[in-house]
């Protein structure tokens, strides 16, 4: 199915997703290397130190755009402690961002051997599953990380959006809603995932509808701007007729 290239460029960055998907690293609090600077001349430093120091280089690489750097970093962790799944997992992201799917498999593989039950690494390997349109693979690997983590909002976020791409609109609003998002805003990820789906019309109701709710919303706006200009260079009405059940259902609870 066709999807409007100029609607899908307007709306992505500001994509209405809680808690980022598959995109940067996460922080998890001071890493232990952090410690390392304020040794002695005689400190040991064990194994799994020596590899934060590593990880915590990767991440800072990536933030600045330097993936390369970071690819690198996070292969000498490994090859100080062969047993970090996290380095893994942001390798496994990192060839999936490059293209590289082979070799994404594989680090995923590895980091989820190492750690099957890190509800993080599983959001990430449904999101790359998600990216390549493999809808129920995706959504296992999202099921398993909130059943490891019921309140892992990236996962009900994640899962929210594959239930949006396969049609399934009410079980994607309730993911949704349990990632934290209000109903205009639930309903503004609804429409993005219908317009990537090519489904302009349904989009642009469902960001009517957002906006009816929520009129301050900037994603629910832009969208619904992008969805006007989307109809429009097809010739089609941008005043297309808001389905009254959609107006219902994106109305804020009293």
């Not at 990537?196 to 900037?218: C, F, I």
Request: aromatic content about 4%; glycine content about 8%; overall charge neutral.
């Amino acid at each position: 199915m066709r999807i409007d290239r100029l609607l899908i460029a307007i709306l992505v960055p500001a994509a209405l997703l809680c808690g980022g998907c598959h995109g940067g690293p996460r922080r998890r609090g001071e890493h232990a290397s952090a410690r390392l600077l304020d040794t002695g001349p005689g400190a040991r430093v064990t194994k799994r130190q020596a590899a934060d120091v590593e990880i915590a280089m990767g991440r800072a690489m990536e933030e600045s755009g330097d993936l390369a750097g970071a690819e690198d970093a996070y292969a000498r962790a490994l090859a100080k402690d062969p047993r970090r799944a996290d380095a893994e997992a942001r390798l496994a992201v990192l060839a999936h961002q490059r293209g590289d799917e082979e070799a994404s498999d594989r680090h995923f593989a590895a980091a989820l051997k190492l750690a099957p039950d890190d509800p993080e690494i599983l959001c990430d390997r449904g999101y790359s599953l998600y990216l390549r349109r493999s809808w129920a693979d995706a959504e296992a690997h999202f099921r398993k990380a909130l059943d490891r983590d019921p309140r892992h909002a990236r996962a009900h976020n994640n899962l929210g959006l594959t239930q949006a791409r396969r049609g399934d609109r009410d079980e994607a609003l309730a993911a949704f809603a349990r990632a934290g998002l209000d109903p205009a805003d639930a309903h503004a990820n609804l429409a993005l995932a219908t317009a990537m789906e090519g489904r302009m019309d349904e989009a642009r109701e469902l960001y009517a509808a957002a906006v009816a709710a929520k009129p301050d919303s900037p994603g629910a706006r832009e969208g619904l701007r992008a969805a006007d200009a989307a109809l429009a260079s097809r010739g089609a009405p941008a005043t297309a007729r808001l389905d009254p059940a959609v107006a219902r259902a994106s109305a804020p609870s009293p």
